[in-house]
């Protein structure tokens, strides 16, 4: 603080804090005053945050063959500063129910703890990864869309993935434009190298088929050059209507052409020859060029 002395100095004396008669108060000059506008109170999730009468939620269903009867993971939310642009919506509590009762005091100690884990606030999206690692040792399964479950706690931590991701509170990562570009390329070569393949084992039946029509109506003729002369020229006439029909195989080949084009109506999202990938456990690792690549995820041995 800074002051202005316009007269001599006759005197001077130590002002000390309680004694304020002998330190001059300044007012600020008006056009130094900023008004602080007032902050809104933003509520962050943390345990002191009490269950309101109602939360909003969702219910999974996991159908795994280790388990007789289905599970159903419901999980609530609470909607923190409603009506406000610093909404949140964070998770807050979760049940699981079953019929079956084998495993019941594992579920309840299991969704005691990640009940906790929510209330507590911060960032719970370590639960997924950490659920998603529990092996079970007689092995795990495939669940519908052929993604490898290696135990149903893993399952359990997928379901809470993919409900942290539709109350944004997890995102997917997002693949490059060439990675995506890379994937493109990858896939539509090896459809084409399996087109191919398919049309030449499609043409080579074909063949096949002709062959032995050919060799039937042959085998016939030999037979019948001992008989009346009737039967000669009917086998005769025969033989020849086979071959012409051999030589002329524009009817297989439009059968064959039908057929290729119900399989390419009908194919899977994935190729039918990929193999599960390590890193998102989908069935979409090919291998193209002596690499192998996911067309999921984009991961690739390579690099």
């Known amino acids: 603080m800074t002051i202005k002395i316009s007269k001599k100095i006759k005197g001077y004396s130590v002002g000390k804090p309680e004694d304020k008669s002998l330190i001059p108060a300044l007012a600020p000059d008006p056009p130094d005053v900023i008004e602080v506008p007032a902050k809104a109170e933003v509520i962050q999730m943390h345990e002191k945050v009490e269950r309101p009468d109602t939360l909003v939620g969702a219910t999974y269903k996991i159908k795994s063959p280790l388990f007789e009867h289905a599970l159903y993971v419901t999980i609530n939310d609470i909607v923190l500063n409603m009506g406000t642009e610093y909404e949140l919506r964070r998770p807050f509590e979760i049940f ?9 005091q594992w579920i309840v100690a299991l969704t005691r703890i990640m009940s906790a884990v929510f209330r507590k606030g911060g960032d719970v ?16 399964y495939f669940k519908a869309g052929g993604v490898y479950m290696p135990s149903i706690v893993a399952e359990l931590g997928a379901i809470i993935e993919q409900h942290l991701k539709s109350i944004g509170l997890l995102h ?19 459809e084409a190298r399996v087109s ?12 096949d088929k002709i062959n032995a029509a050919i ?4 085998s016939g003729d030999l037979a019948g050059v001992l ?3 009737a039967r000669k020229s009917s086998s005769a006439t025969s033989s020849s209507s086979a071959l012409s ?6 009817p297989l080949t439009g059968e064959g052409r039908g057929e290729g084009e119900a399989d390419a109506s009908t194919s899977p999202a994935f190729p039918p020859g990929a193999t599960m990938c390590n890193k998102c456990n989908t069935n979409a690792m090919i291998l193209m060029d002596g690499c ?12």
Request: charged letters at 30%; hydrophobic letters at 25%.
């Open 215 to 218: 060799s039937n109506t042959l």
């Open 172 to 190: 997917d990562p997002e693949l490059d434009p060439e990675q995506r570009k890379l994937i493109a390329e990858k896939r539509a070569a090896y």
């Open 96 to 104: 699981i129910n079953s019929k079956n009762m084998d495993h019941f």
């Open 245 to 250: 029909l051999g030589s002329s195989p524009s």
């Open 227 to 229: 008989g009346e002369s």
């Open 125 to 140: 999206t370590f639960l997924v990864e950490e659920l998603k690692a529990v092996f079970d040792p007689r092995g795990g």
């Open 292 to 303: 192998a690549t996911c067309l999921n995820c984009g991961y690739s041995k390579c690099g």
């Open 196 to 207: 191919r393949d398919s049309s030449k084992k499609k043409s080579e039946r074909n063949l």
